[in-house]
């Protein structure tokens, strides 16, 4: 049977950028950079696919 978090890739976007605003909003807002490049690396596929525009 198949993933279905590889079927649905902005799923996986919208986890990340909510798990990161859960960290900037907590009582201690220290942002590491992993979280933040992990949460990026997730979206240039997309622009990828969008072609010459982006």
């Keep these: 049977m198949a993933n279905f978090d ?3 890739p ?3 976007i ?4 909510k798990d990161l605003a ?3 909003n907590s009582q201690n807002p ?3 950079l ?3 490049w992990y ?3 997730l ?3 997309h622009f990828a696919c969008l072609g010459i525009a982006f």
């Design 22 to 24: 859960n960290t900037v």
């Design 30 to 32: 220290d942002l590491e």
């Design 6 to 8: 590889d079927q649905m």
């Design 39 to 41: 949460a990026c690396s």
């Design 43 to 45: 979206i240039s596929p």
């Design 10 to 12: 902005l799923r996986k």
């Design 14 to 17: 919208s986890e990340a950028f």
């Design 34 to 36: 992993a979280p933040f």
